[in-house]
């Protein structure tokens, strides 16, 4: 089962899901990318993910053409609100999916408030994705 994971920057919610659904099944080939990759992980992204025991650190940040030529069973978006675009990918897909989150990169106010948007935005991606993984990947393996 192939999993390709896209956003724009590839530096934080997508790098996240990508953890959790490789934590859930080591035998699934995750992967991703962002349309403007960032060329690097969000530290906030990388500590919210190791505090739960899931180290993302030696992840890198891919640009989307680089896995055009692949061919995936799923695709999932995981941009956010409405002022985003979210990419579109044009490779060999058999089911496209879209799962947004707001993007904590983006948040501002007090260190305590960004973490904890971190936080947050970390645990609605584990549940959306463990929920994903149950429902649709599971019955397939």
């Not at 920057?9 to 490789?22: P, T, V």
């Not at 089911?95 to 645990?123: C, K, N, Q």
Request: with cysteine.
């Amino acid at each position: 089962m192939k999993i390709l994971i896209l956003c724009t920057g590839n530096s934080c919610r997508s790098q996240m899901a990508h953890g959790f659904l490789q934590s859930f099944n080591k035998d699934l080939i995750v992967a991703s990318a962002g349309t403007e990759a960032s060329g690097k992980l969000n530290p906030n992204a990388v500590k919210a993910m190791k505090e739960v025991g899931i180290d993302i650190s030696h992840h890198t940040s891919d640009p989307v053409d680089m896995y055009l030529d692949d061919e995936w069973d799923y695709v999932i978006t995981v941009c956010g609100g409405a002022n985003e675009n979210c990419p579109a990918f044009l490779g060999k897909v058999k089911h496209r999916l879209h799962m947004g989150f707001d993007d904590p990169s983006h948040a501002t106010g007090t260190d305590e408030y960004i973490w904890g948007e971190f936080i947050r935005v970390r645990d609605e991606i584990k549940e959306a994705f463990y929920k994903f993984y149950k429902d649709e990947i599971e019955p397939q393996l």
